[in-house]
């Protein structure tokens, strides 16, 4: 399958606490997950990757988990700030028989960060 | 140094019109894609192209047509435009097409290009 699911579809967190989102896949070859964040009015950005070989990785304040077995990643902010507030979307290579791989994204999670 | 440019970045047109947003890179990618962003934010491909040929046609109407003439340039024409057309485009690129076929598609996503139809 193609699809890409993703939870919550809006959070608010009060600066300095913890969010977490959270998706799943349904295509087992899927290797490769994204997740971008998009800022009001602006371009989905590239903020932190995790290949399929990997459990976890972590970039100062952002963490992304991935658990293959159950076909599903996280991505963690610790020590929320005002500017992590945006559109967060997950990605997920997906094989496909007519195309090859492509990406293919949650619906997005807006996230407010509350001062 | 914009490294994914498109433009126009607003365009508001009339239903029936003929209307084209241009993308350009220079990034030296050899891969481009248009996605489309509706109101609820879901962003969904439509085309993709590897050094001009088209590799990904997702189920968009015809009046959706894409031209590459060169693999720094993707440009998506749209004829007799209808309401539910109205949205961002954005344009995005990625490196090769190794890079697609292992599925690591580090996408650089262009400003976006809203189109209102009215």
């Known amino acids: 399958g193609e699809n890409v699911e993703q939870h919550p579809s809006t959070l608010s967190v009060q600066e300095g606490d913890s969010a977490v989102i959270k998706c799943t896949y349904s295509?087992?070859?899927?290797?490769?997950f994204p997740w971008y964040k998009q800022e009001l009015g602006k371009r989905p950005q590239l903020i932190i990757d995790?290949?399929?070989?990997?459990g976890e990785k972590k970039d100062q304040r952002i963490a992304v988990t991935l658990n293959k077995t159950a076909k599903h990643f996280s991505l963690h902010i610790t020590e929320t700030q005002p500017e992590d507030s945006a559109v967060y979307f997950c990605?997920?290579?997906?094989?496909?028989?007519?195309?090859?791989?492509?990406?293919?994204f949650g619906a997005g999670t807006i996230l407010r960060v509350k001062s | 140094d914009t490294a994914v440019s498109q433009t126009p970045k607003y365009l508001v047109t009339q239903m029936g019109n003929d209307k084209s947003i241009k993308c350009e890179q220079n990034?030296?990618?050899?891969?481009m894609y248009w996605y489309k962003q509706d109101s609820k934010k879901f962003l969904k491909i439509m085309f993709s192209?590897?050094?001009?040929?088209?590799?990904i046609n997702e189920t968009v109407p015809n009046r959706f047509s894409p031209k590459s003439p060169d693999k720094a340039h993707l440009n998506l024409h749209i004829n007799s435009l209808e309401l539910g057309d109205s949205a961002v485009y954005f344009c995005?690129?990625?490196?090769?097409?190794?890079?697609?076929?292992?599925?690591?598609?580090?996408?650089?996503f262009g400003a976006g290009s809203r189109l209102t139809v009215l």
């Open positions: 995790i290949r399929s070989n990997v």
């Open positions: 990605a997920a290579s997906i094989v496909t028989e007519k195309y090859g791989n492509k990406l293919v």
């Open positions: 995005a690129s990625s490196q090769g097409f190794a890079e697609f076929l292992s599925g690591a598609n580090v996408l650089t």
């Open positions: 990034l030296g990618h050899d891969t």
């Open positions: 192209y590897n050094n001009k040929e088209l590799i």
């Open positions: 295509d087992s070859a899927s290797n490769y």
